[in-house]
Protein backbone atom coordinates (compact mmCIF):
# COMPACT_ATOMS: atom_id res chain seq x y z
CA UNK A 1 0.00 0.00 0.00
CA UNK A 2 1.04 3.41 -0.67
CA UNK A 3 0.70 6.23 1.84
CA UNK A 4 1.08 9.57 0.14
CA UNK A 5 2.97 12.32 1.89
CA UNK A 6 1.26 15.24 0.31
CA UNK A 7 -2.12 16.59 -1.65
CA UNK A 8 0.57 17.17 -4.84
CA UNK A 9 1.99 14.17 -5.04
CA UNK A 10 -1.67 12.12 -4.83
CA UNK A 11 -2.75 14.73 -7.45
CA UNK A 12 0.22 13.59 -9.74
CA UNK A 13 -0.15 10.21 -9.36
CA UNK A 14 -4.20 9.39 -9.60
CA UNK A 15 -4.81 12.82 -12.03
CA UNK A 16 -8.82 13.69 -11.73
CA UNK A 17 -10.41 13.15 -15.15
CA UNK A 18 -9.91 16.25 -17.53
CA UNK A 19 -12.77 18.35 -17.67
CA UNK A 20 -11.45 20.64 -19.81
CA UNK A 21 -11.79 24.00 -17.95
CA UNK A 22 -8.72 25.77 -17.47
CA UNK A 23 -8.39 28.35 -14.46
CA UNK A 24 -7.95 31.04 -17.10
CA UNK A 25 -10.62 30.64 -19.38
CA UNK A 26 -13.41 33.24 -18.40
CA UNK A 27 -17.03 32.39 -17.59
CA UNK A 28 -18.15 32.44 -20.92
CA UNK A 29 -15.33 29.94 -21.99
CA UNK A 30 -16.16 27.50 -19.32
CA UNK A 31 -19.82 27.16 -20.29
CA UNK A 32 -18.54 26.79 -23.95
CA UNK A 33 -19.21 29.50 -25.26
CA UNK A 34 -15.84 31.45 -27.06
CA UNK A 35 -15.53 35.69 -26.23
CA UNK A 36 -14.73 38.03 -28.81
CA UNK A 37 -13.77 41.75 -29.40
CA UNK A 38 -16.19 43.43 -30.65
CA UNK A 39 -15.27 46.57 -32.59
CA UNK A 40 -18.68 47.26 -33.72
CA UNK A 41 -20.78 49.09 -30.82
CA UNK A 42 -23.40 48.76 -28.74
CA UNK A 43 -24.77 46.05 -30.76
CA UNK A 44 -27.88 43.69 -28.78
CA UNK A 45 -26.40 40.82 -31.37
CA UNK A 46 -22.97 41.00 -29.53
CA UNK A 47 -24.15 41.68 -26.37
CA UNK A 48 -24.08 45.45 -26.52
CA UNK A 49 -22.51 47.52 -23.30
CA UNK A 50 -20.03 46.60 -21.26
CA UNK A 51 -20.59 47.70 -17.83
CA UNK A 52 -18.58 49.34 -15.37
CA UNK A 53 -17.29 47.49 -12.16
CA UNK A 54 -19.86 50.23 -9.67
CA UNK A 55 -22.43 49.02 -12.00
CA UNK A 56 -22.07 45.55 -11.47
CA UNK A 57 -21.93 46.08 -7.74
CA UNK A 58 -24.41 47.51 -7.74
CA UNK A 59 -26.76 44.98 -9.08
CA UNK A 60 -24.93 41.95 -7.04
CA UNK A 61 -26.16 43.99 -3.72
CA UNK A 62 -29.88 44.06 -5.43
CA UNK A 63 -29.82 40.71 -6.06
CA UNK A 64 -29.67 40.17 -1.92
CA UNK A 65 -32.58 41.72 -1.17
CA UNK A 66 -36.95 41.44 -2.29
CA UNK A 67 -38.27 44.88 -3.11
CA UNK A 68 -41.23 45.75 -4.41
CA UNK A 69 -41.32 46.46 -8.60
CA UNK A 70 -43.29 49.25 -8.51
CA UNK A 71 -42.19 51.06 -5.34
CA UNK A 72 -38.67 50.78 -6.99
CA UNK A 73 -40.16 51.91 -10.71
CA UNK A 74 -41.41 54.90 -8.46
CA UNK A 75 -37.73 55.73 -7.23
CA UNK A 76 -37.00 55.44 -10.62
CA UNK A 77 -39.11 57.63 -12.13
CA UNK A 78 -38.23 60.50 -9.81
CA UNK A 79 -34.41 59.66 -10.42
CA UNK A 80 -35.06 59.71 -14.75
CA UNK A 81 -37.19 62.64 -14.50
CA UNK A 82 -34.79 64.40 -12.54
CA UNK A 83 -31.73 63.87 -15.15
CA UNK A 84 -34.25 64.12 -18.12
CA UNK A 85 -36.13 66.76 -17.21
CA UNK A 86 -39.40 65.27 -17.35
CA UNK A 87 -42.66 64.31 -15.44
CA UNK A 88 -41.83 61.01 -14.78
CA UNK A 89 -40.02 57.48 -16.13
CA UNK A 90 -39.65 54.38 -16.02
CA UNK A 91 -36.82 51.59 -16.50
CA UNK A 92 -38.54 49.34 -19.77
CA UNK A 93 -36.63 46.28 -20.88
CA UNK A 94 -34.92 48.40 -23.88
CA UNK A 95 -36.04 51.16 -26.26
CA UNK A 96 -37.80 48.52 -28.29
CA UNK A 97 -40.15 47.46 -25.24
CA UNK A 98 -40.64 51.41 -24.44
CA UNK A 99 -42.18 52.10 -27.63
CA UNK A 100 -44.54 49.08 -27.30
CA UNK A 101 -45.53 49.92 -24.17
CA UNK A 102 -45.63 53.97 -24.80
CA UNK A 103 -48.03 52.61 -27.88
CA UNK A 104 -50.13 50.88 -25.85
CA UNK A 105 -50.37 54.02 -23.20
CA UNK A 106 -51.52 56.21 -25.99
CA UNK A 107 -54.06 53.63 -27.00
CA UNK A 108 -55.77 52.49 -23.45
CA UNK A 109 -54.41 55.22 -21.00
CA UNK A 110 -56.05 54.09 -17.71
CA UNK A 111 -59.13 52.52 -19.64
CA UNK A 112 -59.24 48.50 -18.35
CA UNK A 113 -61.50 47.12 -21.27
CA UNK A 114 -58.71 48.48 -23.68
CA UNK A 115 -55.57 47.49 -21.53
CA UNK A 116 -57.42 44.19 -22.10
CA UNK A 117 -58.18 43.90 -25.50
CA UNK A 118 -54.16 44.76 -26.84
CA UNK A 119 -53.27 44.14 -29.37
CA UNK A 120 -56.92 42.97 -30.63
CA UNK A 121 -58.59 45.88 -30.76
CA UNK A 122 -61.55 46.48 -32.89
CA UNK A 123 -60.65 49.39 -34.08
CA UNK A 124 -57.03 49.52 -35.04
CA UNK A 125 -55.31 52.54 -33.79
CA UNK A 126 -53.45 54.18 -36.53
CA UNK A 127 -49.66 56.05 -35.52
CA UNK A 128 -48.09 58.64 -38.18
CA UNK A 129 -44.26 58.41 -39.25
CA UNK A 130 -42.70 59.97 -41.74
CA UNK A 131 -41.84 57.30 -44.24
CA UNK A 132 -38.23 58.30 -44.76
CA UNK A 133 -38.10 57.63 -40.79
CA UNK A 134 -39.25 53.94 -41.07
CA UNK A 135 -37.01 51.38 -39.92
CA UNK A 136 -36.11 47.81 -38.35
CA UNK A 137 -37.51 49.39 -34.97
CA UNK A 138 -40.56 50.56 -35.78
CA UNK A 139 -42.21 46.67 -35.40
CA UNK A 140 -42.08 47.13 -31.60
CA UNK A 141 -45.34 50.18 -32.28
CA UNK A 142 -47.32 47.50 -34.58
CA UNK A 143 -46.64 44.80 -31.37
CA UNK A 144 -49.18 46.87 -29.19
CA UNK A 145 -51.80 46.61 -31.85
CA UNK A 146 -51.59 49.85 -33.68
CA UNK A 147 -50.63 50.40 -37.38
CA UNK A 148 -48.24 52.39 -38.95
CA UNK A 149 -49.46 54.76 -41.25
CA UNK A 150 -46.69 56.44 -43.24
CA UNK A 151 -46.71 59.88 -43.98
CA UNK A 152 -45.22 61.75 -47.14
CA UNK A 153 -43.23 62.10 -50.03
CA UNK A 154 -39.59 62.26 -49.96
CA UNK A 155 -37.81 63.34 -53.01
CA UNK A 156 -34.17 63.54 -51.74
CA UNK A 157 -33.71 60.59 -50.87
CA UNK A 158 -34.83 58.91 -53.89
CA UNK A 159 -32.90 61.61 -56.23
CA UNK A 160 -36.20 62.75 -57.89
CA UNK A 161 -36.19 66.32 -56.53
CA UNK A 162 -35.30 68.89 -53.94
CA UNK A 163 -38.08 68.23 -50.92
CA UNK A 164 -38.33 65.74 -48.13
CA UNK A 165 -41.06 65.11 -46.30
CA UNK A 166 -43.08 67.88 -45.12
CA UNK A 167 -45.41 68.87 -42.05
CA UNK A 168 -48.26 69.81 -43.64
CA UNK A 169 -48.35 66.04 -45.41
CA UNK A 170 -49.12 64.31 -41.71
CA UNK A 171 -52.56 66.29 -41.87
CA UNK A 172 -52.94 64.38 -45.31
CA UNK A 173 -53.08 60.69 -43.44
CA UNK A 174 -54.64 61.45 -40.19
CA UNK A 175 -58.12 59.86 -39.43
CA UNK A 176 -59.91 59.33 -36.60
CA UNK A 177 -58.43 56.40 -35.68
CA UNK A 178 -55.25 58.41 -35.21
CA UNK A 179 -53.35 58.43 -31.77
CA UNK A 180 -50.22 59.37 -32.39
CA UNK A 181 -47.00 60.30 -34.38
CA UNK A 182 -44.04 58.20 -34.26
CA UNK A 183 -40.49 60.31 -35.08
CA UNK A 184 -37.81 58.52 -35.18
CA UNK A 185 -34.39 59.78 -34.50
CA UNK A 186 -31.30 59.68 -36.21
CA UNK A 187 -27.98 60.17 -35.59
CA UNK A 188 -28.45 63.68 -35.98
CA UNK A 189 -30.88 65.11 -33.24
CA UNK A 190 -32.81 68.17 -35.60
CA UNK A 191 -34.46 70.38 -32.71
CA UNK A 192 -36.33 72.74 -35.12
CA UNK A 193 -38.07 69.79 -36.73
CA UNK A 194 -39.07 67.59 -33.96
CA UNK A 195 -40.27 71.26 -32.57
CA UNK A 196 -42.38 72.15 -35.68
CA UNK A 197 -43.99 68.12 -35.88
CA UNK A 198 -44.85 68.11 -31.43
CA UNK A 199 -46.50 71.68 -32.38
CA UNK A 200 -48.72 69.69 -35.33
CA UNK A 201 -49.45 66.40 -33.69
CA UNK A 202 -50.31 68.58 -29.97
CA UNK A 203 -52.78 70.95 -32.25
CA UNK A 204 -54.49 67.79 -33.60
CA UNK A 205 -54.98 65.71 -30.59
CA UNK A 206 -52.14 63.65 -31.14
CA UNK A 207 -49.24 62.72 -28.88
CA UNK A 208 -45.97 62.32 -29.89
CA UNK A 209 -43.32 59.03 -29.14
CA UNK A 210 -39.96 59.66 -29.83
CA UNK A 211 -37.54 57.20 -30.84
CA UNK A 212 -33.54 58.60 -29.33
CA UNK A 213 -32.41 54.91 -28.33
CA UNK A 214 -29.32 55.72 -29.71
CA UNK A 215 -29.34 59.73 -29.72
CA UNK A 216 -26.78 59.88 -26.95
CA UNK A 217 -24.01 61.23 -26.85
CA UNK A 218 -24.73 64.20 -26.99
CA UNK A 219 -25.53 64.25 -22.57
CA UNK A 220 -27.47 67.85 -23.44
CA UNK A 221 -29.98 65.04 -25.73
CA UNK A 222 -31.31 63.48 -22.02
CA UNK A 223 -32.95 66.67 -21.72
CA UNK A 224 -33.06 68.58 -24.86
CA UNK A 225 -35.20 65.92 -26.49
CA UNK A 226 -37.95 66.06 -24.03
CA UNK A 227 -37.56 69.19 -24.04
CA UNK A 228 -39.48 69.53 -27.71
CA UNK A 229 -42.78 69.08 -25.59
CA UNK A 230 -42.66 65.27 -27.05
CA UNK A 231 -44.78 63.33 -25.10
CA UNK A 232 -43.01 60.20 -24.18
CA UNK A 233 -38.80 59.80 -24.85
CA UNK A 234 -37.22 56.11 -25.10
CA UNK A 235 -33.37 55.61 -24.75
CA UNK A 236 -31.72 52.48 -24.41
CA UNK A 237 -29.96 51.53 -21.33
CA UNK A 238 -27.60 49.25 -22.89
CA UNK A 239 -26.18 51.71 -25.69
CA UNK A 240 -24.31 54.73 -24.45
CA UNK A 241 -25.45 54.78 -20.58
CA UNK A 242 -23.68 51.84 -20.22
CA UNK A 243 -26.79 49.99 -18.02
CA UNK A 244 -27.67 46.16 -18.28
CA UNK A 245 -28.35 45.58 -22.36
CA UNK A 246 -32.07 44.32 -21.61
CA UNK A 247 -32.77 48.06 -20.27
CA UNK A 248 -34.02 51.03 -21.48
CA UNK A 249 -35.98 54.83 -20.31
CA UNK A 250 -39.57 55.56 -21.11
CA UNK A 251 -40.05 58.73 -19.63
CA UNK A 252 -42.38 61.81 -20.45
CA UNK A 253 -46.11 62.63 -19.52
CA UNK A 254 -46.84 61.55 -16.09
CA UNK A 255 -50.20 60.29 -17.77
CA UNK A 256 -49.02 58.28 -19.80
CA UNK A 257 -45.50 56.99 -17.91
CA UNK A 258 -48.36 55.68 -15.10
CA UNK A 259 -50.27 53.61 -17.81
CA UNK A 260 -47.20 52.13 -19.45
CA UNK A 261 -46.49 51.13 -15.65
CA UNK A 262 -49.68 49.76 -15.42
CA UNK A 263 -49.77 47.53 -18.42
CA UNK A 264 -46.06 45.97 -17.62
CA UNK A 265 -46.19 45.41 -13.55
CA UNK A 266 -47.69 42.02 -12.86
CA UNK A 267 -50.85 41.94 -11.47
CA UNK A 268 -51.57 38.67 -9.39
CA UNK A 269 -52.78 40.34 -6.74
CA UNK A 270 -56.18 41.45 -4.69
CA UNK A 271 -57.26 44.70 -5.33
CA UNK A 272 -57.77 44.96 -1.81
CA UNK A 273 -54.91 44.42 -0.64
CA UNK A 274 -52.93 46.31 -3.39
CA UNK A 275 -51.56 49.60 -1.41
CA UNK A 276 -49.62 51.55 -3.65
CA UNK A 277 -46.83 54.37 -2.55
CA UNK A 278 -47.65 57.63 -4.00
CA UNK A 279 -46.47 58.28 -6.90
CA UNK A 280 -46.87 56.71 -10.84
CA UNK A 281 -50.30 54.77 -9.76
CA UNK A 282 -53.09 56.00 -8.56
CA UNK A 283 -56.39 53.53 -6.71
CA UNK A 284 -58.97 56.68 -7.11
CA UNK A 285 -58.09 56.06 -11.21
CA UNK A 286 -57.97 52.10 -11.08
CA UNK A 287 -61.30 50.58 -10.04
CA UNK A 288 -59.77 47.10 -10.50
CA UNK A 289 -56.94 45.44 -11.14
CA UNK A 290 -56.29 44.68 -14.90
CA UNK A 291 -54.82 41.29 -15.83
CA UNK A 292 -51.38 40.92 -16.90
CA UNK A 293 -51.00 43.10 -19.89
CA UNK A 294 -48.73 43.61 -22.92
CA UNK A 295 -45.74 44.62 -20.93
CA UNK A 296 -45.65 41.31 -18.57
CA UNK A 297 -43.45 39.43 -20.99
CA UNK A 298 -41.00 42.81 -21.25
CA UNK A 299 -40.44 42.66 -17.52
CA UNK A 300 -37.17 44.15 -15.73
CA UNK A 301 -35.91 42.15 -12.84
CA UNK A 302 -34.69 44.56 -9.68
CA UNK A 303 -30.92 44.10 -10.49
CA UNK A 304 -31.49 45.70 -13.76
CA UNK A 305 -33.15 48.58 -12.50
CA UNK A 306 -30.92 49.62 -10.17
CA UNK A 307 -27.73 48.72 -12.75
CA UNK A 308 -29.88 51.06 -14.81
CA UNK A 309 -30.24 53.50 -12.30
CA UNK A 310 -26.44 53.57 -10.69
CA UNK A 311 -25.20 53.93 -15.02
CA UNK A 312 -27.74 56.80 -15.25
CA UNK A 313 -25.91 58.01 -12.35
CA UNK A 314 -22.22 57.82 -13.58
CA UNK A 315 -23.55 59.28 -17.36
CA UNK A 316 -22.12 62.49 -17.31
CA UNK A 317 -20.63 64.71 -19.55
CA UNK A 318 -17.43 64.18 -17.72
CA UNK A 319 -17.43 60.52 -17.90
CA UNK A 320 -18.35 60.95 -21.59
CA UNK A 321 -15.15 63.32 -22.02
CA UNK A 322 -13.13 60.37 -19.92
CA UNK A 323 -14.60 57.61 -22.56
CA UNK A 324 -14.16 59.83 -25.21
CA UNK A 325 -9.98 60.34 -24.33
CA UNK A 326 -9.84 56.47 -24.14
CA UNK A 327 -11.28 56.14 -27.18
CA UNK A 328 -9.30 58.59 -29.14
CA UNK A 329 -5.67 56.95 -27.92
CA UNK A 330 -7.47 53.24 -28.67
CA UNK A 331 -8.27 54.69 -32.34
CA UNK A 332 -5.00 56.65 -32.74
CA UNK A 333 -2.85 53.38 -32.01
CA UNK A 334 -4.77 51.70 -34.49
CA UNK A 335 -4.37 54.12 -36.99
CA UNK A 336 -0.82 54.51 -36.58
CA UNK A 337 -0.12 50.94 -36.78
CA UNK A 338 -2.21 50.30 -39.98
CA UNK A 339 -2.13 53.36 -41.60
CA UNK A 340 0.54 51.78 -43.93
CA UNK A 341 -1.64 48.53 -44.97
CA UNK A 342 -4.82 50.67 -46.00
CA UNK A 343 -5.25 53.23 -48.69
CA UNK A 344 -6.60 55.66 -45.68
CA UNK A 345 -7.25 55.76 -42.26
CA UNK A 346 -9.62 58.21 -40.98
CA UNK A 347 -10.20 59.23 -37.96
CA UNK A 348 -13.55 60.81 -37.54
CA UNK A 349 -14.23 63.23 -34.89
CA UNK A 350 -17.97 64.00 -34.55
CA UNK A 351 -18.43 66.89 -32.16
CA UNK A 352 -21.22 65.45 -30.29
CA UNK A 353 -20.16 62.03 -29.96
CA UNK A 354 -17.64 59.05 -29.88
CA UNK A 355 -15.19 59.10 -32.62
CA UNK A 356 -15.21 56.14 -35.08
CA UNK A 357 -11.70 55.07 -37.64
CA UNK A 358 -12.65 54.62 -40.75
CA UNK A 359 -9.91 51.90 -43.08
CA UNK A 360 -10.25 52.63 -46.59
CA UNK A 361 -8.44 49.21 -48.00
CA UNK A 362 -6.59 49.17 -51.25
CA UNK A 363 -9.20 47.81 -53.66
CA UNK A 364 -6.13 46.18 -56.07
CA UNK A 365 -5.25 44.02 -53.51
CA UNK A 366 -7.46 40.44 -53.22
CA UNK A 367 -7.20 40.21 -49.42
CA UNK A 368 -8.35 43.52 -49.30
CA UNK A 369 -11.97 42.90 -50.13
CA UNK A 370 -13.76 44.12 -47.40
CA UNK A 371 -16.72 41.94 -46.69
CA UNK A 372 -14.18 38.63 -47.24
CA UNK A 373 -11.83 40.64 -44.59
CA UNK A 374 -14.50 41.04 -42.36
CA UNK A 375 -15.51 37.72 -42.68
CA UNK A 376 -12.22 36.15 -41.92
CA UNK A 377 -11.38 38.61 -38.84
CA UNK A 378 -15.28 37.30 -37.13
CA UNK A 379 -13.19 33.69 -37.85
CA UNK A 380 -10.22 34.17 -36.31
CA UNK A 381 -9.08 33.61 -33.32
CA UNK A 382 -9.27 35.78 -31.47
CA UNK A 383 -12.48 36.93 -33.02
CA UNK A 384 -12.68 40.52 -33.88
CA UNK A 385 -15.90 42.53 -35.34
CA UNK A 386 -15.69 45.42 -36.93
CA UNK A 387 -18.02 47.66 -38.26
CA UNK A 388 -20.01 46.43 -41.31
CA UNK A 389 -22.15 49.36 -42.44
CA UNK A 390 -19.60 50.73 -45.31
CA UNK A 391 -18.21 47.27 -46.80
CA UNK A 392 -19.76 48.36 -50.28
CA UNK A 393 -17.42 51.04 -50.28
CA UNK A 394 -14.21 48.76 -49.19
CA UNK A 395 -14.53 50.62 -45.40
CA UNK A 396 -13.94 49.11 -42.65
CA UNK A 397 -15.19 50.79 -39.30
CA UNK A 398 -13.63 50.37 -36.23
CA UNK A 399 -15.98 51.39 -33.20
CA UNK A 400 -14.68 51.39 -29.78
CA UNK A 401 -17.54 52.02 -27.64
CA UNK A 402 -17.32 48.14 -26.33
CA UNK A 403 -13.76 47.48 -27.05
CA UNK A 404 -11.82 46.73 -23.72
CA UNK A 405 -8.70 47.99 -22.38
CA UNK A 406 -5.93 46.42 -25.16
CA UNK A 407 -8.46 44.86 -27.22
CA UNK A 408 -6.81 47.45 -29.81
CA UNK A 409 -3.64 45.36 -29.69
CA UNK A 410 -5.48 42.65 -30.93
CA UNK A 411 -7.19 44.32 -33.82
CA UNK A 412 -4.06 45.79 -35.13
CA UNK A 413 -2.42 42.42 -34.87
CA UNK A 414 -5.57 40.51 -36.81
CA UNK A 415 -5.97 42.95 -39.53
CA UNK A 416 -2.29 43.33 -40.43
CA UNK A 417 -1.94 39.75 -40.45
CA UNK A 418 -4.94 39.36 -42.80
CA UNK A 419 -3.77 42.34 -44.74
CA UNK A 420 0.22 40.62 -45.23
CA UNK A 421 -1.07 37.09 -45.86
C1 LIG B 1 -30.96 50.34 -30.68
C2 LIG B 1 -32.19 50.97 -31.18
C3 LIG B 1 -33.45 50.55 -30.73
C4 LIG B 1 -33.61 49.39 -29.78
O1 LIG B 1 -33.16 49.69 -28.49
P1 LIG B 1 -33.08 48.54 -27.37
O2 LIG B 1 -32.74 49.29 -26.13
O3 LIG B 1 -32.01 47.59 -27.81
O4 LIG B 1 -34.41 47.89 -27.30
C5 LIG B 1 -34.56 51.20 -31.21
N1 LIG B 1 -34.46 52.22 -32.08
C6 LIG B 1 -33.27 52.66 -32.55
C7 LIG B 1 -33.24 53.80 -33.52
C8 LIG B 1 -32.09 52.05 -32.12
O5 LIG B 1 -30.90 52.47 -32.58
Known amino acids: MILFVNMIEF ?12 PEMNI ?14 TVTRLGGSLMEEAVLDAMKEASRFSVSIEELQNAASRIISNKTGTEAGIVTSGASAGLTLGTASLIAGMNLEK ?12 ILVAHNQRN ?6 TLAGAKLVNVGIDD ?15 GLEKTEYCVGVLYTLGDRFNEKELTSVVKWAHQNDLAVLVDAAASLPPYENLKGIPETGADLVFYSGGKAIGGPQSTGILCGKKHLVSSALLQMLDWDEHYNLWDPVEGLLDKQQIHALPRHGIGRGMKVSKEAIIGLLKALELFTPESIEKKR ?35 YLNTDKEAANALQLCARLRSGNPRVFVGHGRLKENILQINPVCMREGDEKEVIRRIKEELEG
Open 115 to 126: ISRIPALPDIPE
Open 156 to 170: IHSGAGVRGVELWEY
Open 325 to 359: SRFLSQLNQIRENLESFVAQAELMEPENDYPVLNL
Open 11 to 22: QKACPLPDSGIK
Open 136 to 141: SYDRAI
Open 28 to 41: YEKFGVPTLINATG
